[in-house]
Each structure stands twice: as structure tokens, then as C-alpha cells.
């Protein structure tokens, strides 16, 4: 089954998500893997639902406790199942490195939370002709440092810099191209597959391009979602 990643960043306030939460039982999504990914402080109001949930990001030093932290067995008492990790927004505004990304795919890792890893190049990479480079680079930082068991339990989220909050046009030749180079290049170093979700202002309407890319795993979408109509609409599209 296709993934949808429904990342809601820090949208919806509490009166919003609970309205939000009551259109959500009305659709339905058994025919994909649904992940709901709302913020750290609605996580509860759906941990008795059937939906798989994510975190949005797990904190460096959970270990500690610290204050404003959300320490790992109080993910785990929500039942969520997934954490987002590596996002580029972290990696801009929060000016997170790889060796931190990796200790957070660590800690989620061994405590059986799955990881949607997130990767991609900027604008600026791809005129300069280095973005398989940049992939590469970013895969293999995380990746030989942990063991293939962990390997089989991480998603990678393809999300190219310049398509997050844009309305660009896509080349779906270039997103088939770096998604095929992915896979083959962690089936051939890591022997395993692995599955690959693509994000970049995917909506209900420029979607059905991409559902044209038969080795596609599914999406991570944002804004779009927000609206569960949308959402029902990207299902029906996503399984019809």
C-alpha cells in the first residue's frame, strides 16, 4: 500500500483540530498507509483513533528530560509509531546537522519509532548539476552508521528544497530520474528496499502527474491536507 504523510505542521488550533479530528473518522483510508502527523500537543486527542501517528520531530537530548523536550516514552505512550526527522525547515531555521539528525534517527530507531527521513537539494544545488551528489551525501552520512535491521525501519521523504511552500511547476522526468537513483542506490549499498515518498506543494490537483511514477511510494503533504475534502479527494485519486 502508498503512503499519505500528512504533515499538518504547526497548523489548527484546538477547537480547529478537534472539528478537524471529527471529519477525519468520516473518510476513508483503508486502502493506504495513513499517517497523521499533528503538533506535539494534539498528538493525545488520537491516540484511541485508527490512525498511525507521527511526530513531527523528537527531541536531541531526550535522554535529559529537559524542559520544553518530549521525552521518548511519553511519544510512546501516545502510540505514535513514526517521527519526521531531518525536515528542511529544521534544517534551515533550527540550523540542525547531520551528526544531530542522526542521533534523533538513533534514539527513535532504538526505541522501535520508525523514521520518515527527510532529504532533498536546493535550487541552487540542482543549477550547479551536484543534487544526486547532495542525495548521496545525506544518505550515506545517516545511513552507514546504522545497522541494515535498523535500515528496513526508515522512509524516505524526497522533498526538494525549492518545491516546499511553492506553487513550481514539476518536472516529472527529474523527480522519476532522483527517485529511482535513491532506490537503487540504497538497494545496491545497503541491499535492501526501501521505500521512498515524495513532498513539494503536492495538492489535488497536480497530483495525478506524480501518481504517474509507478516506483513512487507515496507523499508527504502539508497545506493541502489541512482541508480534510482534500484529503478525500487525494485518496480517491491515490486508489482509484
Not at 141 to 145: A, L
Not at 147 to 154: G, M, P, Q, V
Given at each position: 500500500?502508498?503512503?499519505?504523510?500528512?504533515?499538518?505542521?504547526?497548523?489548527?488550533?484546538?477547537?480547529?483540530?478537534?472539528?478537524?479530528?471529527?471529519?477525519?473518522?468520516?473518510?476513508n483510508?483503508?486502502?493506504?498507509?495513513?499517517i497523521?502527523?499533528p503538533?506535539?500537543?494534539?498528538?493525545?486527542?488520537?491516540?484511541?483513533?485508527?490512525?498511525?501517528?507521527?511526530?513531527?520531530?523528537?527531541?536531541?537530548?531526550?535522554?535529559?528530560?529537559?524542559?520544553?523536550?518530549?521525552?521518548?516514552?511519553?511519544i510512546k505512550?501516545?502510540?505514535?509509531?513514526y517521527?519526521?526527522?531531518?525536515?528542511?525547515?529544521?534544517?534551515?531555521?533550527?540550523?540542525?546537522?547531520?551528526?544531530?539528525i542522526?542521533?534523533?534517527?538513533?534514539?527513535?530507531?532504538?526505541?522501535?519509532?520508525k523514521v520518515?527521513?527527510?532529504?532533498?537539494?536546493?535550487?541552487e544545488?540542482?543549477?550547479?548539476?551536484?543534487?544526486y551528489?547532495v542525495?548521496?551525501?545525506?544518505?550515506a552520512?545517516?545511513?552507514?552508521?546504522l545497522?541494515?535491521?535498523?535500515?528496513?525501519?526508515?522512509i524516505?521523504?524526497y522533498e526538494p528544497t525549492?518545491l516546499?511552500?511553492?506553487?513550481?511547476?514539476?518536472?516529472?522526468?527529474?523527480?522519476r530520474?532522483?527517485?529511482?537513483f535513491?532506490k537503487?542506490?540504497?538497494?545496491?549499498?545497503?541491499g535492501?528496499?526501501?521505500?521512498?515518498?515524495?513532498?513539494?506543494?503536492?495538492?489535488?490537483?497536480?497530483i495525478?502527474n506524480?501518481?504517474?511514477?509507478?516506483?513512487?511510494?507515496?507523499?508527504?503533504?502539508?497545506?493541502s491536507?489541512?482541508?480534510?475534502e482534500?484529503?478525500?479527494r487525494i485518496?480517491?485519486?491515490?486508489?482509484?
Open positions: 500500500m502508498k503512503y499519505l504523510i500528512c504533515n499538518l505542521k504547526a497548523n489548527k488550533t484546538y477547537e480547529e483540530m478537534l472539528n478537524y479530528k471529527e471529519q477525519l473518522t468520516k473518510i483510508h483503508e486502502k493506504l498507509n495513513f497523521l502527523a503538533s506535539s500537543i494534539y498528538l493525545s486527542l488520537f491516540k484511541d483513533s485508527n490512525l498511525n501517528l507521527c511526530i513531527q520531530d523528537i527531541a536531541l537530548n531526550e535522554k535529559l528530560n529537559l524542559t520544553g523536550d518530549i521525552s521518548m516514552n511519553q505512550s501516545l502510540d505514535v509509531t517521527a519526521i526527522i531531518g525536515h528542511y525547515e529544521r534544517r534551515k531555521y533550527y540550523k540542525e546537522t547531520e551528526h544531530e542522526l542521533e534523533k534517527i538513533k534514539d527513535a530507531l532504538d526505541n522501535k519509532i520518515i527521513y527527510c532529504i532533498g537539494e536546493s535550487i544545488e540542482r543549477e550547479r548539476k551536484v543534487e551528489q542525495l548521496e551525501r545525506e544518505i552520512r545517516i545511513f552507514n552508521k545497522d541494515n535491521t535498523d535500515l528496513k525501519n526508515i524516505i521523504a525549492y516546499i511552500g511553492k506553487s513550481s511547476t514539476y518536472d516529472i522526468l527529474k523527480i530520474s532522483m527517485i529511482n535513491i537503487k542506490l540504497i538497494k545496491d549499498y545497503y535492501i528496499d526501501i521505500d521512498v515518498v515524495f513532498g513539494g506543494s503536492v495538492n489535488q490537483e497536480n495525478d506524480l501518481l504517474s511514477l509507478n516506483d513512487l511510494d507515496g507523499f508527504i503533504i502539508c497545506s491536507i489541512l482541508n480534510p482534500n484529503i478525500t485518496i480517491e485519486k491515490m486508489t482509484t
